[in-house]
């Protein structure tokens, strides 16, 4: 079975500090691993995704997270963060199915000026 | 259009009645999604539609709740006698295609609040 665990639901940090948001992750298939931010009232938008290749991949607005197969990690980081990141963070797997993404609880990210 | 479309954005609705959820996705996205987000959870998986295969409704959570969609265009969740339980964001999402690494575009949801 696919399952993401998403170890954080809230996460505050001030602005220009760094931060990691953690994710692990199940899967019996093939691993795709994503995240996706959702501003408040919006709807989900894809922040990067790891399909192969190399394992640090890097997506929108800086952030960048590193696939750890060893130790099924998915952790999403930003080096300095702004307001504008204040946000909800969800981590995804594929599905039993390969096609249905898996979500996780999601993490609340709150940057304080 | 540009992105996908989910309307009504806001719904309220009195516990028993009915509602009709709208959902259009981006024009040549064969694949459609239906999700749920609670207050405070996760996206719990509704159903799938791919094309003109038959939909997975595996996620559906009882038979209150049905979903249609013509070919591959505009698709509706309709969600009988609902439940004060029923209140959620429910979000719509299309893609290219299956394949587990096919990104998906979600519309901005509807807010649903049953009373």
């Known amino acids: 079975a696919q399952s993401v665990t998403q170890l954080d639901s809230q996460v505050p940090v001030f602005e220009e500090a760094p931060v990691e948001l953690r994710c692990n992750y199940s899967s019996s298939v093939s691993v795709y691993l994503f995240w996706y931010v959702q501003y408040p009232n919006q709807g989900l938008q894809l922040l990067l995704k790891?399909?192969?290749?190399?394992?640090l991949v890097k997506g929108i607005n800086g952030f960048e997270a590193e696939f750890n197969k060893s130790q099924t990690s998915f952790h999403l980081r930003k080096p300095s963060v702004h307001i504008s990141d204040t946000a909800e963070y969800f981590c995804?797997?594929?599905?039993?199915?390969?096609?249905?993404?898996?979500f996780g609880k999601g993490t609340k990210l709150s940057v304080i000026p | 259009g540009a992105g996908v479309s989910q309307s009504p954005s806001n719904k309220v609705t009195e516990k028993g009645k009915d509602v009709e959820l709208r959902c259009d996705p981006i024009s040549g996205h064969t694949a459609l999604y239906w999700y749920r987000q609670r207050l405070g959870q996760g996206l719990e998986f509704l159903i799938y539609f791919q094309g003109n295969s038959a939909p997975d409704k595996s996620g559906l959570p009882s038979d209150r709740f049905s979903a249609e969609r013509t070919g591959e265009s505009v698709s509706t969740l309709t969600i009988q006698r609902t439940q004060q339980e029923d209140s959620a964001v429910y979000l719509c999402?299309?893609?290219?295609?299956?394949?587990?690494?096919?990104?998906?575009?979600f519309g901005q949801g509807t807010r649903l609040t049953v009373v």
């Open positions: 995804a797997v594929p599905g039993a199915g390969s096609y249905q993404l898996t």
């Open positions: 999402a299309s893609s290219l295609g299956p394949g587990g690494g096919t990104e998906a575009f």
């Open positions: 790891y399909l192969s290749g190399s394992t």
